[in-house]
């Protein structure tokens, strides 16, 4: 088959010489035997070169959609190939909901906890958290099973594509929860600052964008769980005005995109993201960069990265600021610290974007910030190796599960070998 062309934004052309998309087992296992070079493909909503190869790339998009809800163990088997927006209405329809989503429903859950994406909420740890268990195609074509108490789950669960080909995923569930969501905006800087975690810790999900600019924090959106006793902040009293339309948190982007708004209690799937699941937010027209640091650090990286506003303003459309709490997977970016996500919106110019990053990357230094590993950072392998103390580790479970490298693309090769 054609080789598959670019990712969802356009920004990477993959050399990869052939797709492959396996209808079962047995075809992805022809595939992976046969294959020096062999990649997972997700819903390429990654932004650098994590899932390109120089052979092949599997998409499982064609495998069977199977979904399992085992109500007694509070337990859903996933098929590799399927979103969260194909699997959260089926949760809920059956009285069930994931911990939490992130803000595009349209990302593939395999691809999403494998490179550590997150949702937001000072409680609420990333996706990858709420695996526990996962089977995964080896480079002999063999299937294992890793269950929750495998001495080895949380190297595998933010993986990174390079320990085999996730075929299914067990993920955490509970009871079905509906959530309101009320958007302020024109919140101060000095007021974000004072009451950084106050704000953050006050709702189940709780997100900030701005530009970094003079104007503050642009909009504040607050997600609360109807079903908790939640306080939430008082926004208007830190000078922050509540809206009284459905806002989009891109300047002029179509609010037909956004979840339900003005503190109207929904289904948790239909909340939590940010984005509805039947809209393509942005058309792909974006590059997206992200950086987690401890919590703590948050007003001071904030602080730095407000230096950089002049030379951010051609290039960035928005960013975002969430919180994460610590994750026990290895290589997830809030792996063993609760920490705050920054997260920059680029307009789809390489060369603007390219230019600013390492500005980006050194106002982050000195907090030992992580990029995710989904989208651009101008970070060095050597420095990646630095901010994430498990790397060493995850490289010797990728040898000796892939000797041969079959996993590997050039760079997980700068990364690993």
């Given at each position: 088959m054609a080789a598959s062309g670019t990712n969802w934004a356009g920004n990477v052309v993959y050399r990869a010489r052939e797709l492959a998309q396996p209808t079962t087992l047995d075809e992805l296992r022809a595939v992976v035997v046969r294959s020096a070079a062999v990649r997972p493909l997700g819903s390429r909503h990654s932004f650098n070169r994590?899932?390109?190869?120089?052979?092949?790339?599997?998409?499982?998009?064609?495998?069977?959609?199977?979904?399992?809800?085992?109500?007694?163990?509070?337990?859903?088997?996933?098929?590799?190939?399927?979103?969260?927006?194909?699997?959260?209405?089926?949760?809920?329809?059956?009285?069930?909901?994931?911990?939490?989503?992130?803000?595009?429903?349209?990302?593939?859950?395999?691809?999403?906890?494998?490179?550590?994406?997150?949702?937001?909420?000072?409680?609420?740890?990333?996706?990858?958290q709420s695996v526990i268990g996962m089977e995964i195609m080896r480079a002999d074509g063999e299937?294992?099973?890793?269950?929750?108490?495998?001495?080895?789950?949380?190297?595998?669960?933010?993986?990174?594509?390079?320990?085999?080909?996730?075929?299914?995923t067990e993920l955490a569930i509970e009871p079905?929860?509906?959530?309101?969501?009320?958007?302020?905006?024109?919140?101060?800087?000095?007021?974000?600052?004072?009451?950084?975690?106050?704000?953050?810790?006050?709702?189940?999900?709780?997100?900030?964008?701005?530009?970094?600019?003079?104007?503050?924090?642009r909009q504040v959106w607050v997600k609360r769980r109807?079903?908790?006793?939640?306080?939430?902040?008082?926004?208007?009293?830190?000078?922050?005005?509540?809206?009284?339309?459905?806002?989009?948190?891109?300047?002029?982007?179509?609010?037909?995109?956004?979840?339900?708004q003005l503190d109207q209690p929904g289904p948790w799937h239909a909340r939590l993201p940010h984005f509805?699941?039947?809209?393509?937010p942005s058309a792909g027209e974006e590059i997206q960069c992200e950086y987690l640091l401890r919590a703590g650090d948050a007003v001071d990286a904030i602080r730095a990265v407000r230096g950089l506003s002049e030379r951010l303003a051609d290039v960035l459309y928005i960013a975002e600021i969430r919180r994460v709490a610590a994750d026990t997977a290895w290589l997830a970016p809030s792996s063993g610290r609760d920490s705050v996500a920054i997260h920059f919106t680029?307009?789809?110019?390489?060369?603007?974007?390219?230019?600013?990053?390492?500005?980006?990357?050194?106002?982050?230094?000195?907090?030992d910030a992580r990029p995710h590993w989904g989208k651009v950072s101008a970070m060095s392998a050597d420095r990646l190796r630095a901010v994430y103390?498990?790397?060493?580790?995850?490289?010797?479970?990728?040898?000796?599960?892939?000797?041969?490298?079959?996993?590997?693309?050039?760079?997980?090769?700068?990364?690993?070998?």
């Open positions: 994590i899932a390109d190869s120089d052979g092949v790339q599997v998409s499982l998009g064609a495998m069977p959609g199977t979904v399992e809800i085992d109500g007694d163990r509070r337990v859903v088997r996933v098929g590799g190939g399927l979103t969260y927006g194909q699997v959260a209405p089926m949760l809920a329809s059956a009285g069930w909901a994931l911990p939490n989503l992130a803000s595009l429903p349209h990302i593939s859950i395999a691809g999403a906890v494998q490179t550590g994406t997150h949702g937001s909420g000072a409680r609420n740890p990333s996706l990858a299937i294992e099973t890793l269950g929750r108490d495998h001495p080895e789950l949380d190297a595998h669960r933010v993986g990174l594509g390079a320990l085999g080909i996730v075929t299914a079905a929860f509906d959530v309101a969501q009320a958007v302020h905006t024109g919140l101060p800087w000095d007021a974000a600052e004072e009451h950084f975690d106050e704000i953050m810790g006050a709702a189940y999900s709780v997100s900030m964008f701005t530009g970094f600019a003079d104007d503050g924090v109807t079903d908790a006793e939640t306080t939430v902040v008082d926004l208007e009293g830190f000078g922050a005005t509540g809206a009284t339309a459905t806002l989009h948190p891109v300047p002029g982007g179509d609010v037909a995109a956004v979840t339900p509805r699941s039947e809209f393509t680029f307009r789809r110019d390489e060369a603007g974007v390219a230019a600013v990053l390492p500005a980006i990357d050194d106002a982050f230094a000195p907090f103390p498990r790397l060493a580790d995850f490289a010797a479970v990728a040898h000796r599960v892939d000797p041969g490298g079959r996993f590997r693309n050039p760079y997980l090769s700068d990364l690993l070998d």
